[in-house]
Every structure is written in structure tokens, then in C-alpha cells.
């Protein structure tokens, strides 16, 4: 086991987290949901080295990859329908395939039995936040969730960081912000916290992380303790 020292110095005081393609794989699922939309409307599936780098993009970004070039084309109508037939079968199925990235139960308890305050802050609908995190005990001890929905503004705005950080009682400054999209580096970077990328993540071009300037980055969960 590594030293507190060795992963939160003086320099860090907490840290949170984004869930999708951060602590959770949850690609599998959302790709199925939205498999079960396109099947409806008798379009070929997607494949998961397709819709895994857009899984966290929410609902309109799946469907938009799913249905190309006709996702213009869609009524405002068809649209809603097509994403709340998504968010039901996903809903339905939240956690059939979805797992723990490599490291993350280690390390989140770690953190647990080290006292260092840590939080989920997604844009991820809260409803399906509250009901995915029931099926995975470390998530329990987790001292603030929120959710997409839970303030009137979301990443990358800094309200939902700032706002978990007041709950954790840290100060911004020394707290770090660790997820897989531009929206989270712009999120740490708006509230004044450390950002680090997480390159296992849902990322379509390893390239583009270079132009996030964020302040570490991690090509494994585990590579958290080795933040200086």
C-alpha cells in the first residue's frame, strides 16, 4: 500500500471524480441502448470501437452517431421519442455489462480508509446516477454526488465542482478533478482546480488531449498515487 504522502501531499486536499469513462465503463450498456433504438427503426447496430468513444456524450450524442447522416432529418418530435426509448432501456439495464475501471475500488479505498475526502461530480441525468451507483458497494461511501440535473448549470460550468468542494470542505485550489472529456478539464480549469485527463477513458483521438492543456494526465487509474 502506498504512503498518503505518496498520493495527496500538502499540495492536495481532495478529489473528485467524473463517473462515465472515468470510474465506470459503462459503454457497453449505453451502446446497447442505443443499439435498441436503431433496431427499432431497422438501422444497422453500432460496434462498440464506435460507440465507445462517444459513450459519454450523453443520449443525443449516441443517437447522433447511430443515425449519421439522417440525424438532421429527425422532427423535434422523433428525436424525443428516439432518446427517451434510449433512456428506458437503459434505464432498464443500467448495469448489465458496466464494471469498475482497473484500480478504482483499490484506490477509492484507499482513499476511504486515508480519510481523503472524494466525490462524483457527472453530467450523467441524476436518476440514472443514483440508480447505477446502487450497484457498486465502494460508491456508497462517496461524500457527494451530483448529477448533471442537479443544478441549473452543469460541466462545463464551474458551479458542480465548486459546490462539491463547499460539501467536502476543501478548498478548490488544492482539490484535484479527474475525467476522460474536454468539458472536465474546462470544468477543473473554470474552478480554479487540478485537472487531470484520464486516457483509458472514452476519448476518440489521443491526439486532441495535448490541446486540453490539462494539468496531469493518466494513462491508468492507478497512476493517481504517483501525482506530485
Known amino acids: 500500500m502506498v504512503s498518503k504522502n ?19 465503463d459503462t459503454a457497453a450498456d449505453l451502446g446497447n441502448a442505443l443499439n435498441h433504438v436503431l433496431a427499432h427503426y431497422d438501422r444497422p447496430a453500432c460496434q462498440p470501437q464506435e460507440y465507445r468513444c462517444v459513450a459519454s456524450d450523453g443520449a ?6 447511430g443515425f449519421a447522416d439522417d440525424f438532421e432529418a429527425l422532427s ?26 482497473e484500480g478504482v475500488e483499490d484506490s477509492l479505498e484507499f482513499l476511504n480508509q486515508n480519510a481523503i475526502p472524494w466525490g462524483i461530480v457527472t453530467n450523467k441525468p441524476g ?11 465502494i460508491m456508497q461511501s462517496c ?19 465548486l459546490e ?9 485550489q488544492n482539490t484535484l478533478y479527474v475525467g476522460d472529456a474536454l468539458r472536465d478539464i474546462e470544468a477543473a480549469r473554470n474552478a480554479n482546480m487540478v485537472s487531470v485527463a484520464a486516457l483509458y477513458g472514452y476519448i476518440k483521438d489521443q491526439q486532441e488531449v495535448v490541446n486540453w492543456k ?13 501525482l506530485t
Open 6 to 24: 505518496n498520493l495527496f501531499n500538502d499540495k492536495y486536499a481532495g478529489i473528485l471524480f467524473d463517473l462515465d469513462g472515468t470510474l465506470l
Open 60 to 65: 443525443l450524442g449516441l443517437l447522433k452517431l
Open 76 to 101: 423535434k418530435q422523433a428525436l424525443q421519442k428516439c432518446r427517451q426509448m434510449l433512456l428506458d432501456h437503459y434505464e432498464q439495464n443500467v448495469c448489465v455489462d458496466t464494471t469498475c475501471f
Open 127 to 137: 436518476f440514472l446516477t443514483t440508480q447505477l451507483l446502487t450497484h457498486f458497494p
Open 143 to 161: 461524500g457527494i454526488v451530483i448529477s448533471g440535473d442537479t443544478y441549473i448549470k452543469r460541466k462545463p460550468h464551474p458551479l458542480p465542482l
Open 164 to 172: 462539491a468542494a463547499r460539501v467536502l470542505e476543501v478548498n478548490p
Open 214 to 226: 490539462a494539468d496531469f494526465e493518466i494513462s491508468q487509474f492507478s497512476q493517481l498515487h504517483d
